[in-house]
């Protein structure tokens, strides 16, 4: 069966800093220690201690297993990450990530169509994936500089993860495009003029655009300084 090629229009846009700032951000942003999102989430956990720590960066909450809702939280670590599940106020699982660069998407989606959430987090230079169970369903490189962002690509139903990322040669930025699904690994490019590189962090996000054009579309964002 011929792959599916991937249809993808990729835009950048450059901002000023304090322009930027306004937009919505497609990431969860860390929660504060003091926030009225974790005190509702220390209520239904029994272990209050690590949810009140100040190496509580994420926190989310979502079906994983189907039985009931858990709450996921990801938190700093001497070696770079923990990955910990509370399911019923009790510690389920808890998985090491060893990274020194920060997260950018920390995502509870089904990615692989079984109507349950599975846990996704990127580093740049590291994309990772998590079954409800604490099996790690995926494990891929991905470039220091590069974005990444989940959507339904395909339109099937279920969430694909996207990654992009800018390569400059001095007069052209080519944004490479992976789409990483159930079907397996493709990639595409885009390629536009410039005299300098993109200033990083990127945005990633993926909509409808182009009502016009089937299928979704691809937008970078970035900022100058």
Known sequence: MKQKTIKATIV???LLATVITLLPSMHHQPLLQASPELSVLMKLTEDTSFFSAPNVLFVERGRLTGEQMEIV???????GYNVTVFKA???A???????SSQCDLFM???IDGDDLSEIVL??????????GDGTLIGNYVTHQNSTATIADWYS???QEILAATPLFNGTHIT??????????????NYTIPSNSPPALPLELVAGDFYPSSPGLEALVVSQTT
Not at 93 to 99: K, L, P
Not at 122 to 131: M, Q, R, V
């Open 12 to 14: 950048i846009i450059v």
């Open 73 to 79: 939280a990801l938190s700093q670590s001497s070696a």
């Open 89 to 91: 106020g009790q510690l």
């Open 93 to 99: 699982w808890q998985a090491a990530i060893s990274s």
């Open 108 to 110: 509870l989606e089904d």
């Open 122 to 131: 990127h580093f740049p230079g590291k994309l990772l994936a998590y079954d």
């Open 156 to 158: 099937g139903g279920s």
């Open 175 to 188: 944004f490479n495009l992976t789409v990483i699904s159930d079907r397996g690994v493709e990639k595409g």
